[in-house]
């Protein structure tokens, strides 16, 4: 189907190789296990597969069909049609990496333009060409830290309220290594600043979330201090589309900015390919894993893109390097890209008062309900809340489910039991008045 | 120095203030006070119209080079072909607008097509489990190494701190053992291109945890002692972790699973035929024999509760009592899985037994239409794949970086040139099984052409590409001035 070779020609290519069937070309694969039974259905053809998959498809109710107020670090927003349009172009996604520059500068000069908006939203000095996702961003930044201080740092303090997910993920990630994990079995309700009693000379970052899993939001300026004043590193993992409207973190003195790229333009896709974006500050840029394109020029004197320090990488440095990272997220940085260009500063600025103002609504909206009040209501907060419900918030959650609406995510899941009737819940662009109002009245009915 | 020219700007040189690319609603809730201590004052994206955007960005694809443009030989890379139906079924709004926490109840068709690609992932590399979660390939090997790692250590077998990783092995092989915290050892290969069975009979003591192998390996050969080199490793304690990378070679010719491999990933984005998107995203599933299932990364996609009369199977993820962790947010490439399982529908089983032998015959066509030109090391009946010196002794100025360079003025993407390590001034050529035979004959009279030149012409392999929107990218320049972002000064 995709092979576009015919027999005779398969027959003419054997001759010009010397052999008589395409059998003895794998002379080498041990004869026992040589053309096993492979049980799979009966190929089949391109029109039966694409209703395969949109029955597949049908079997699942969407963000769209439902109401949702599902955040938790994926969220529903819109993107504009002109993002898909370029990403479907094949002359982006049918390249490989760009190691060729001199016939890849497509690819590079996005790539560059996708540094300097990481940058440019971060307040940072230089961003790599992506990691996986947010979370494997966080591992990448732990292990950095602890490189920048030759193995001689090895404590990374975790805020709890970090995503579980990406305190989860570094754990995995660093199994095997010498680094240790504190800080985050401190109660979530602790300020920021409860976490310097981990930080001393034994630590190389302290890692934080901005807006945190809970959606709250705090300056992390005399954080970064104190971190600094004991030697260590303030790592911030942010939702970029809150920087549209919020103070950067490069401006608070981070020196590791990471952030989960997925609001920028790329679809839920139930979890994945999301984008892992990486800042930091200049002096650092060896010690950064990842790809990394700079400008230069070619031997005609045009300004030119090339991937850059590529030393520090897996395939020059082997078992040396800091990171075995090679596949990115090419293309969802290319998305990103495209969405912040449409979007520019005034447009990413008011779907982020958008988010503000409606999430704002429905808290206030909610917390005026009996038995419902807000989880952290001193705590200034982006687009997302903890509610606290009368009943369990899982319990609360699949009774609204009955009536199509995805009220949010129930914390107990990650937090256990102190958090059981606490409801995470999520307000984007996507949620118009009049489905806050309907959460507000089918929450209202559950005491 | 004269002015650089300046050939498409950056989006940010377009700007005009004022312009937008795109308009959002007005706010239809009564507003909050924002939290005036914590707003940012500036933010300098660009100010563009859509318009703008659309050209600028139509404007650099076409200075990329794409496996939809032309022919892509890319060594280890398995550039094949991108079927269009995936594309459109990977945005099909069931599958893109459904999201990662939803109740398992309100996303069965998604959680199903996860559950029937592990199940074809297993069959067709005659594993016993799967987890989907790995982002890409080198994802794939931390979490195979991790596995190895967590094995030893629950069987209390905790000496065991070395991996093995041939010399023709791709980067990551040493870089993910090393960040499992292993020691790695190099092991030679052989003149014919196999492991040096001696050497690794000398190194497998009772501190080895595992060999990281990659079958066929990156000459593209497939090892010749496998089973001995196997059993060696098992038989000293150690387990064996198969590269995916070149999976392509043996679908419906060998099953890695039966072989003896303990674990392995696989690349959806090689050898399922999922785009490499520039990069990524990828997609790096991990599957293994029974013994390392319970330390897969969680979760897996199980069934919950089996089909009755009345109703299919209720299907659920599902947490390995061993696990490893969790190696990423959610459940892994989702969107590009999709495709991979779209891929595999349309194949079946014959269908992909097809695959590998054309990717094979055509490997194996190139390399008998290039050996008398170009100097082949490990000249045999090869995989995928086959590796040949881009250098001749009588034209000693000409290096593989000038046929590489050159290929692009006849429109071809070049060969992956300076790897693998153990061969001097490799081209390493791969052309996939889903390039014709006119395609590859193109490419021979071009290599046929790049050789002649080499010893009649070299000056055009120096200054080559020659019609090329670039010209040869000044790398030394980039790395002094470290010029990263837009407004960057060099250093």
Redesign the interface.
């Known amino acids: 189907m995709y092979s576009p070779l015919t027999q005779a020609q398969r027959q003419a290519m054997l001759e010009q190789i010397g052999v008589a069937r395409i059998a003895d070309l794998f002379q080498d694969v041990p004869e026992a296990y040589r053309y096993p039974a492979l049980r799979l259905p009966p190929p089949m053809t391109e029109m039966e597969v694409a209703e395969e998959l949109r029955a597949l498809a049908e079997d699942n109710e969407t963000v769209r069909d439902l109401v949702s107020f599902l955040g938790a670090g994926a969220y529903n927003h819109y993107v504009p049609a002109a993002v898909d349009a370029i990403l479907s172009r094949g002359e982006f996604y049918t390249a490989y990496t760009p190691y060729q520059p001199e016939i890849s500068q497509g690819t590079l000069q996005a790539l560059f333009e996708y540094q300097s908006m990481v940058c440019a939203l971060t307040g940072m000095e230089v961003a790599n060409a992506s990691h996986y996702d947010g979370a494997t961003a966080v591992a990448e930044a732990a292990v950095m830290a602890y490189h920048i201080f030759r193995g001689k740092r090895p404590k990374v303090v975790l805020s709890p309220a970090l995503h579980p997910h990406y305190r989860e993920t570094t754990r995995t990630y660093t199994q095997g290594s010498p680094i240790v994990y504190v800080g985050d079995d401190l109660p979530p309700d602790a300020a920021p600043e409860a976490l310097l009693d981990w930080v001393d000379d034994t630590t190389a970052l302290v890692m934080v979330q901005y807006p945190d899993f809970f959606g709250r939001i705090y300056d992390f300026t005399a954080l970064a201090e104190a971190v600094h004043a004991r030697g260590a590193l303030l790592g911030v993992a942010v939702n970029p589309l809150a920087l549209g409207l919020l103070k950067p973190p490069g401006e608070m003195g981070a020196d590791i900015v990471t952030g989960e790229g997925q609001p920028l333009g790329i679809p839920l896709s139930f979890g994945g390919p999301y984008l892992g974006m990486f800042a930091t500050r200049k002096k650092y840029v060896r010690k950064m894993a990842g790809r990394l394109v700079g400008q230069t020029v070619d031997s005609r004197g045009q300004r030119a893109f090339v991937l850059t320090l590529s030393a520090r990488e897996q395939h020059i440095r082997r078992e040396r390097a800091t990171s075995n990272i090679c596949s990115n997220q090419g293309l969802m940085t290319l998305a990103a890209t495209v969405y912040l260009s449409l979007l520019g500063q005034h447009g990413l600025r008011h779907v982020a008062e958008l988010n503000y103002h409606k999430a704002h609504y429905a808290a206030r909206q909610l917390a005026a309900l009996p038995g419902y009040r807000l989880r952290f209501p001193e705590t200034p907060f982006f687009n997302e809340f903890a509610l606290h419900c009368p009943a369990p918030a899982d319990e609360i959650a699949a009774h609204l489910l009955e009536h199509d609406i995805l009220a949010g995510y129930p914390l107990g899941q990650a937090y256990g039991e102190a958090f059981r009737d606490v409801l995470l819940v999520a307000v984007t662009e996507m949620n118009t008045r009049a489905e806050i109002d309907l959460l507000v009245e089918a929450l209202g009915e559950v005491h | 120095m ?1 002015a ?5 700007p ?3 040189e377009y700007t005009s203030p004022g ?7 007005e ?6 006070p ?2 005036t ?4 004052s ?7 119209s ?1 318009v703008d ?2 050209r ?3 404007r ?10 032309n022919f ?1 030989p ?1 060594g280890s ?1 398995t ?5 269009k ?1 995936n ?17 398992e ?6 959680l ?2 996860m559950y029937e690609l592990q199940e ?1 992932l297993k ?2 590399t ?1 594993f016993a489990a799967c987890s989907l979660q790995p ?5 794939g ?2 979490v195979g190494v ?1 596995m190895i ?2 094995y030893h250590q629950d069987r209390g077998d905790t000496r065991r701190n070395k991996i093995l ?1 041939p010399d023709s092995a ?3 092989n ?9 020691q ?1 050892v190099e092991i030679p290969s052989d003149e014919r291109g196999n492991i040096d069975l001696d050497v690794l009979k000398a190194a497998c003591d009772d501190t080895l945890a595992g060999l990281m192998l990659t079958n066929p390996n990156t000459l593209g ?4 002692h ?2 001995e080199v196997i059993e060696t490793v098992h038989a000293a304690g150690g387990l064996v972790y198969g590269d995916g990378a070149n999976l392509n070679a ?1 679908l ?4 890695p699973g ?2 003896g491999f303990d674990v392995m990933h696989l690349n959806l ?1 090689k050898t399922f ?1 999922t ?9 790096g599933p991990v599957v293994c024999a029974p013994h390392l299932a319970d330390f897969l ?1 969680a979760p897996i996609v199980v069934i919950k509760e089996e089909a009755t009369d009345e109703l299919p199977p209720l299907y659920g993820f599902a947490t390995p009592p061993k696990t ?13 899985m ?1 495709k991979a ?2 891929y ?12 590998a ?2 990717a ?3 490997a ?2 190139l ?3 290039l050996q008398e030109a170009y100097h082949i090391p490990y000249n045999r ?1 090869c995989m995928h794949e086959f590796v040949a010196e881009g250098h001749w002794e009588d034209a000693p100025d000409v290096h593989a970086l000038d046929i ?2 050159r290929l ?1 003025d006849f429109g071809f ?2 060969p992956t040139n300076y ?1 693998p390590l153990i061969v001097r001034e490799a081209l390493m050529i791969e052309p996939t ?5 006119e395609t590859l004959d193109a490419f021979v009279e071009a290599m046929l052409q790049i050789a002649e030149e080499a010893h009649t012409n070299p000056e055009v392999l120096h ?1 080559a ?1 020659h019609t ?8 030394v ?3 002094r ?8 000064r060099p250093r």
């Open positions: 004269a650089e020219k300046v050939r498409e950056l989006i940010f312009r937008r690319g795109v308009r959002f609603p706010v239809d809730v009564p507003t909050a924002l939290p201590e914590l707003l940012r500036t933010l300098p994206l660009p100010e563009v859509e955007v659309v600028h960005y139509t650099l694809s076409h200075l990329n080079h794409a496996v939809d443009i892509y890319l890379c550039m094949k072909y991108n079927p139906i594309e459109a079924l990977a945005r099909l709004p069931g599958f893109a607008h459904v999201h990662p926490l939803q109740p109840i309100t996303v069965q068709g998604a199903r097509l074809s069959e067709i005659g982002a890409a390939g080198a994802h090997e931390l991790h790692w967590a990783v791709h980067g990551t040493p870089a993910s053992s090393a960040m499992s915290g292993f790695v050969l497939f090892e010749e496998l089973l043996l419906g010719i060998a099953k039966e072989l984005h035929a785009p490499h998107g520039g990069g990524g995203p990828g997609s990364p490893i962790g969790r190696v990423k947010a959610f459940h892994g490439h989702f969107g590009v999709v399982f779209a595999i529908l349309m194949m079946g089983a014959s269908g992909l037994r097809q695959v032998e054309d094979v015959l055509n194996n066509y390399r008998a239409r009946i590489a360079k692009m993407h070049p790897f099984e889903t390039e014709s035979k200054s590409p090329t929107p670039f010209g040869r990218v000044d790398e320049k980039a790395a001035d470290l010029v990263l972002r837009w407004g960057d």
